[in-house]
């Protein structure tokens, strides 16, 4: 049984299927033609975070699929208290085809893979955000037309969008460079885990602009507090305020870069309202490809061909 938990645990040959059947959804989508070979399934997704594009990209691609999408907020599902994580799993899982969940604690995904029976799509954790990775790949694909030679750098908080992205990237042969100060890059046991399972990796860590956007075919930024972390935002923003991504930083790097961001943004505090809505970004490109992202990786899960 397939799931989505790491990207650690993934070959380039799963990315590379994905993608393939995520830009032929994409491209017969674009001329009115949705295949139904989801009908009669159903995804359940199980939620403790709110969310925007995670919930919507899931819920319209199971739709144009042919399928059927139901949503419980984590305290609706009964976790936390009412009723054991395993007897919660076990349940969904028989009235559910897939299950996508967004967490705070790493830990229930994988008792939700343990337990429930059915293919497992970490929609995001503490730790993990493997589908924002995969579509932020998947769109620089698409806008550069190919991934070989190009470098990603990532501007701010090392979170887990950056530790996903630095797997993808491993993953897909090409470069990443986080920028970002000490104390809020990505983990050294992360790094050698990394080095590890992908010993040609190229990420590299700075908190020197030049040399982080030199070359670099991308940049992107995250925001400087996510949620669980409210408390330490007032010391956040001191430290990250000179990482604002503005109209001089993007002059550091080639003038064919292009900006990424996994949204929502802070207009005003991670980047500036001429970078994001600005001729070089695909901040809203890439957002509207989590929904063929999620349709790739739905038919990945299930081993579903599109027919």
């Known amino acids: 049984m397939r799931h989505l938990n790491s990207l650690l645990d993934m070959i380039p040959a799963d990315v590379e299927s994905i993608f393939a059947v995520s830009q032929e959804l994409k491209t017969r989508s674009a ?3 949705r295949p139904q070979v989801l009908s009669g399934r159903v995804l359940t997704q199980v939620f403790e975070k709110p969310s925007l594009r995670t919930r919507l990209s899931f819920d319209a691609a199971m739709m144009q699929l042919g399928g059927n999408s139901l949503f419980l907020t984590a305290q609706e599902a009964g976790i936390g208290g009412r009723e054991s994580v395993k007897d919660v799993a076990r349940v969904i899982g028989g009235y559910s085809d897939v299950i996508a969940l967004r967490t705070f604690s790493q830990k229930l995904i994988d008792n939700f893979i343990e337990f429930s029976g059915v293919p497992i799509i970490n929609g995001l954790s503490d730790e993990r ?19 070989k030679g190009q470098k990603i750098a990532f501007v ?3 979170n887990n969008v950056a530790n996903s992205l630095a797997i993808a990237a491993a993953i897909c042969g090409i470069a990443m460079s986080v920028c ?5 890059r990505l983990d050294d046991d992360f790094l050698k885990q990394l080095k590890k399972k992908y010993p040609d990796s190229q990420v590299t860590q700075t908190d020197d602009f030049k040399s982080a956007l030199k070359d670099a075919s991308i940049i992107y930024t995250d925001v400087w507090t996510s949620m669980g972390q409210e408390a330490e935002e007032s010391q956040r923003r001191q430290v990250f305020g000179p990482f604002q991504v503005n109209a001089k930083l993007m002059k550091l790097a080639p003038k064919t870069a292009r ?9 005003g505090l991670e980047v500036t309202d001429e970078v994001i809505d600005g001729p070089q970004s695909l901040a809203f490109v890439q957002a509207e490809n989590r929904m063929h992202l999620a349709k ?10 599109i027919g």
């Open 180 to 184: 970002a100060p000490v104390g809020y």
């Open 156 to 158: 701010g908080d090392g």
């Open 259 to 267: 900006f990424m961001h996994c949204l929502p943004a802070k207009r």
């Open 296 to 305: 790739g990786l739905i038919l990945w899960v299930l081993e579903k061909p």
């Open 129 to 147: 955000h493997p589908c924002q990775a995969l579509t932020d790949l998947f769109t620089i694909r698409e806008a550069f037309g190919d991934l």
């Open 31 to 33: 001329r009115g033609d």
